[in-house]
């Protein structure tokens, strides 16, 4: 018997978390000079002729827009469980909002440090980076979803962005690679991690029967895929240089989406039984367009570019589903719920080798002098030289996944967290106190009945119809 | 028997059309300067100061808000029916997705083309130009919603996308028109191409008893609803001038959307059976003051003349679906599934009558001389000039919509595209993977029971489930 | 027997009230001179270098998502009640869209009237403090929620509306209090207004067995839930100071909210039945952080500051929940559907106190000369005096809500305005045109089964009930 019991557990760690976390943000955080009362006279003395001149006017829609994305996007992605829907958009949101803070601290010592004062000064780019690190952990959560308990995700968010600040310094500080919209650190690092994750968590007697959707949990999880798909450009191009970094950011994401479903629409059709469209495509396959134009959604693509991009990542994702995932769980016991390595792990990787390749083909004839400069990171390196760094960078965050998710695998595997038992698994009435459904016609007791229904009657009562 | 099955037609069509475009866009688009590489050269010769000038943050959150309506507004406004959730939110997605790729070549080619080079130059005001010219798309998937295949609504896509190009170079270019919400190119375009299309593809035995709703689907319904309401002031002044134009477009519309809420709300209660409010008008006509503000909302319409606009669109869109909608389909064979007649194509025609009355009217005092010349065409016309060009172009989009709908009407009739059967019209089993419910105690049939189960039975006729 | 019919009373208060703002706004309202044609001359006057200084785009991102709390917010939070979706949604839809044109009016009279012609002059920043004034109303609502008639909501809106302006007008003007997300303004005052109101409208024998939730009722109140935790930061820095002013709001308000999750999904677990966690608290109390942020948002609070009063509000909520709900039903006859005193009132007064103590101890040294000034009103008051003036208008705004809020009670209890039986509360059919749901399998209790009946079985195996 699993012991699932969160009373103890649950709360200790987030109390223990949101302390220690108060007790860090006094001694480390304090605003940057644009979000500080001090900004009127920082103005003056930088020679900014307008409030609207700060950063937060540059970047706080496309924040919000990201915001969603982790919050509704990814929640609701999830809901296409028809017994997980509280898991799904619950435990986001937990390990979302537990994981910011973290994410704020982790990023701030890596990359805001203020040498001055010994402090991290925030402002609305980090906001963005700490959405962006938290993406990685959902990622790896939709591999393990309605297979672990609460306080397993939190300690698996916890783990995974430290290691994630530390991925990301690798890749950005040391290796001097680009990735605004995160094919590498974000999607290759969080889905890989995930993978391992649930490698080591294999459940060979898993109980699938509530592994399924229904129509209504179908079109929750559109609600998800739709948010997701509309904000992608806003988080291809939150963090890209201003002006025409971003907008470029925003067009080449724009284009690869649009490809990407009708790719994936066309292929499920081709490949299902009748010429059907399955739901599952549709929901995720649509999507890889954005991850593979993490890495070059700001450089010089051109939008054609965008759109092989989008359609070769579409091909890919959608094959992954319908002949990957049942392989991967088959020989390699992967057991991937949400099939991230189709969306997430596939595409990032090929995000990762768009982008190396991209860097590596740029000329000042394109970006102009000063622009090659801008765009990579101001190291003067020959744009070969830079490609090569970027191809260095997706090999890194590869590893740390795959390394990271093993070692936290294991940890996660350890007996004193409360995870559910097989037959359990994708049901929310573990952790979550589900209404009950008021309809006595459903469960009708009867006395006599002829024997024939009588299996009928009894799996009424045991599998109450979910609405 | 019709022959419904898509393995061929779908992923053939899906897959020539985005290698096609992949080849266009190859050819022909290029970034515009402001989303260029040389950006921060054209800016110093441009003499801009800030990279804040760049044109993506005048429209990026507009652009972005446009997103959200095309794709979750109309998508789940038209999840209202039970059995065609997948439907209406999937095909909504990919006939989007394929028509914004093809929507920037049209669109470029009459607008944009570069004449130095022939190349097209594209920035974010083309992406929201594409989303603009899918919009009359969707309107048009209102009319034959449940009653066509996934190949017909991309056929009639293509070539509504392209005559929507047409119709705009006419307006705009030729008559110089002002339409910056797209009343009358967007709306009275839409939904006359789709009100004749579906005239056209009558079918007189056409299977109603899924065309209803349940009351999940109408709560899916209200996300639709809701996203166009919030973000119509963004639709109406995303295109218009920088400044007072956008500014003012935003007001003009909150106030005319505000007026069409209570107005419709009030107007359901007192002609529906027993003064109780349908959800139907709720969902569509309270949308009604959006529509006809899409030619005026940039004008000085002033914000009492907004309200009555909003006041009398409204009115006239739920005695339309109270009173016309049967008639229309009765005496003129033209089965609205949407209901876009009233939504779309009545309040549009108001919106151009209205858009020439406020053009007329238009004088120096109340625009100041050079505000008069920017907010009309740089045209010199006298205001009533200016008017009666407004009211050609109102007459001209009609004209071309109608005789434009029913040519594809025809092309659309040809029994090669795979429509579905009158019986299974409504119904997303034709073309979709619909997930089986697990319900086995919903149809029992029980042949002896005790008298005790009688008030269970009771209280289960009082208390129907709800869904 | 009560009398619910809406056929008169419901279109005769929409029609004469829409009439009404038709004429005032033709009398009284104007574009502000950002909004109107004569802005070019205006920004030349002005010495202003750009369009984008424009008000519109420093507030109108924010706007958007304020206006998606108001709508899609609030309206799907309340959609948790199995039964009464419709009126969750669309009640508070027309409350919203009549509220704001009314609060545009009379925050026009009392804080933009032009004293050169007697106008009111509207902006973006009009729209955001009517959507603020429409929040205010939305959360009484919620204390009332199921229990009133459309007509009531209306004048309960109207004359809270009314309320709103003046008790804005002395704590803003006369006090001189800050309160950009409005934690004394909004929360305060329309938590205890709605508290006062169903104090007056107790019904001892209201039937509960509606009052409950479903699975896909909690779903879609998790919808409204999360929109109005993401853009919770746009809300409380909406109005606040250009540049710095409104990036600190984003930012503290943020790192607030993050703390009340974990707090609030903690303590549910340690507190309810077997640990597991209850969406009421995920739906609410995790928004507290939020509500206790109205008031200090903008001010030098820091981020460890907002992470503490975001766990100390959540932790309040929580409890209130759990135990304060009941025992406010049993002795003081408070029946509070939505809990807004756990969700607004308590985590509002908490907001009021920290903005006093933030003010209080607001220092030269932190804020600057001139920051100290700007940020508080500039009345050169010493901080410990600004403080003493905060903590004043928490207690008039709590006064104000009360004492209007009981008399607005009174004047809904008169038997005129069609409120529902006991019986019939929470429960859309009274209101509301319910589709039938197709389902003749559901409900069947047969005590000898005739041979004809077979039919109603098959059918019932044809037409599975789609959920």
């Known amino acids: 018997m699993k012991q699932t019991q969160m009373r103890w557990r649950l709360p ?6 949101q302390l220690l976390m108060i007790i860090l943000f006094g001694v480390f955080v304090r605003y940057d000079e644009e979000a500080d009362a001090h900004w009127p006279q920082t103005r003056v003395s930088h020679n900014i002729s307008s409030d609207i001149e700060n950063d937060f006017y540059f970047r706080y829609p496309s924040f919000q827009d990201v915001h969603v994305m982790i919050f509704v996007g990814f929640g609701f992605l999830m809901t296409f469980l028809r017994k997980y829907g509280f898991g799904s958009v ?6 979302s909002a537990f994981g910011i803070q973290w994410a704020l601290l982790m990023q701030g010592w890596f990359h805001s440090l203020d040498p001055t004062d010994g402090k991290i000064k925030i402002g609305v780019e980090s906001l963005i980076n700490a959405d962006f690190c938290v993406a990685s952990a959902l990622i790896s959560f939709g591999a393990v979803l309605g297979k672990v308990s609460p306080v397993q995700l939190m300690i698996m968010t916890l783990f995974e962005m430290t290691l994630y600040a530390v991925d990301e310094y ?6 001097g690679a680009r990735d605004a919209g995160g094919s590498m650190v974000i999607h290759v690092f969080g889905a890989y991690f995930g993978l391992a994750v649930t490698r080591v968590l294999y459940r060979p007697r898993l109980e699938q029967s509530n592994n ?10 559109m609600i998800g895929t739709l948010f997701l798909w509309m904000f992608w450009p806003s988080f291809n191009s939150a963090i890209s240089h201003h002006g025409d970094g971003q907008h470029r950011g925003a067009i080449n994401t724009y284009c690869a989406l649009a490809a990407s479903v009708v790719t ?7 490949l299902e039984k009748k010429g059907k ?25 051109s939008t054609y570019g965008a759109l092989i991009v989008g359609f070769i990542a579409s091909t890919v994702s959608t094959l992954g589903f319908i002949f990957l995932t049942p392989l991967l769980e088959r020989y390699l016991k992967v057991q991937d719920t949400c099939g991230v390595h189709n969306l997430h792990g596939m595409p990032g990787i090929i995000g990762g080798i768009v982008g190396a390749i991209t860097a590596a083909a740029a000329t000042e004839e394109v970006y102009s002098a000063e622009g090659l400069r801008a765009s990579f990171s101001n190291r003067d390196r020959m744009p070969s030289v830079q490609g090569g760094f970027q191809g260095a960078a997706l090999c890194v965050s590869l590893a740390i996944g795959l390394v990271g998710g093993t070692i936290v695998g294991f ?11 097989d037959e359990n698994c994708f049901d929310d009435e573990v952790y979550w106190e589900v209404p009950e459904e008021p309809e006595p016609s459903h469960s009708i007791i009867i006395s006599e009945v002829p024997k024939n229904s009588t299996i009928n009657g009894t799996q009424a009562i045991e599998h109450p119809p979910t609405l």
């Open 264 to 270: 994936s629409i066309g292929l499920s059709s081709l």
């Open 170 to 175: 690798i890749l950005l500080n040391v290796l």
């Open 212 to 221: 399924t959707s229904n129509y209504h949990s179908d079109l929750f999880a």
């Open 277 to 301: 469209i399955n739901m599952v495509h549709v929901q995720n396959a649509t999507l890889a367009g954005g991850v593979a134009l993490g890495t070059a959604a700001e450089m010089m693509l």
């Open 12 to 17: 200790a760690v987030c109390a223990l978390w």
């Open 411 to 421: 940890i996660l595997k350890l007996p004193l967290w409360g995870d559910p038992a």
């Open 90 to 95: 619950g435990f986001n949101f937990l390990i």
